[in-house]
């Protein structure tokens, strides 16, 4: 994103997607799973569910994957399709282009993936993703995606509250903080053999943030486990923030005392903050906030709207600002 900036004219062909694909899941599964859906378009939709569910969870959470529970939130919204989510992505490690992530992540290896808890915390050491995961019940959002270059989408993910996740290993009362790092993986990882970022890319929140109900700790999307260009096997997504708080390809966490140090912020300060809240009354210095290209969009179906503060999710998350000066705090 320091980088480059895409235009809505930049879309390519491919984005401009038929209406139908509009529809959203539930709706779909509700109507019955494609069984009684010949009419056109609709079949775009089975496509897309079927490749999502092409990727199959490892056999400690099948039963989780099957169990999915599903939440009020976002039910109303038109969910991307499962395409253009997969293939237009961040993910810098693989490379910065949007394409890719998906291009160069296929033989990312998730399978097995352990975390580091470190820090201001009860229980620390070394966990199985799956050990981790299996103690929850699995939930679908959707939510919406609002990237700090000023595009967005509405992802149905799985996962379980991030907070519930961070409770069990038992922050002490001076976990101010938590931070999260992405795997650091040259081999596997070709962007990390040079560029100017310091990898491991970081992230962090403060522990009110983080423990927050919104704030997700993300194993998959589209009814099953994550593809590796959307950060697999496990990922933050912080639907009221720029997208690059959502860090991916989770191997560390650090409960801490002091607000840690973020990749982006330490990239270019004065255009991207810790705290990167949605917010159309604070321009990037280098472009407006106050729209964004909902995706799909292309020539055709530009697909521009307003961006709300917090991303549309001020009623669940502003009382954690009050009385912050959020230009100064960006
Ligand atoms: N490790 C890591 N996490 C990352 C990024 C990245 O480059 N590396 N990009 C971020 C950005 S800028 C965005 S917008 C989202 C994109 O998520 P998506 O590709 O699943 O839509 O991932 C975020 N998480
Ligand atoms: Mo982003």
Redesign the pocket.
């Known amino acids: ?1 320091l980088i480059r900036n895409k235009k809505a004219s930049d879309c390519t062909e491919s984005e401009v997607t038929d209406q139908s694909v509009y529809l959203n899941r539930r709706q779909f599964m509700k109507m019955g799973g494609g069984v009684a859906l010949g009419v056109g378009g609709v079949g775009h939709v089975a496509a897309a569910l079927q490749e999502g569910n092409s990727l199959a969870p490892p056999a400690s959470l099948t039963n989780s994957f099957q169990n999915i529970i599903e939440t009020p939130y976002g039910s109303a919204e038109k969910v991307a399709p499962f395409d253009v ?1 997969t293939s ?6 693989f490379g910065y282009g949007k394409n890719d ?1 998906k291009d160069k992540s296929a033989e990312f290896k998730t399978t097995p993936w352990t975390i580091t808890v470190e820090g201001e915390a009860g229980k620390t050491g070394v966990f199985d993703l799956d050990d981790i995961i299996k103690e929850s019940m699995l939930e679908e959002r959707i939510y919406r ?1 609002r ?3 000023a595009w967005s ?1 509405v ?1 149905p993910w799985v996962g379980v509250s991030l907070g519930d996740v961070l409770r069990r290993f038992e922050p002490t009362s001076k976990a101010k903080y938590v931070y999260f790092e ?1 795997l650091y993986d040259p081999k596997q990882m070709p962007a990390q053999r040079g560029g100017s970022f310091d990898w491991p ?1 970081r ?1 962090g929140l403060r522990i009110d943030e983080a423990m927050n109900p919104l704030a997700m700790f993300a194993v998959g999307m589209y009814g099953s486990v994550l593809p590796n ?3 697999a096997p496990v ?1 933050l997504v912080i639907p009221w923030k ?8 989770i191997v560390k966490i650090r409960f801490v005392e002091t607000m840690p140090e973020t990749t982006w912020s330490l990239l270019a300060p004065s255009e991207y903050g810790f705290y990167a809240n949605v917010n159309p009354n604070v321009d990037h210095p280098r472009w407006t906030q106050k729209q964004e290209r909902r995706l799909p969009s292309g020539v055709l179906f530009p697909n521009v709207i307003d961006t709300e503060m917090f991303n549309g999710y001020s009623e669940e998350v502003a009382s954690l600002y009050a009385g912050m000066d959020l230009s100064r705090f960006y």
């Open positions: 994103m989510a237009y992505n961040n993910f810098y490690e992530p995606l990237c700090v270059e989408m992802i992405t890319y992230e260009q959307n950060g990922r720029y997208g690059f708080k959502s860090i991916k390809s």
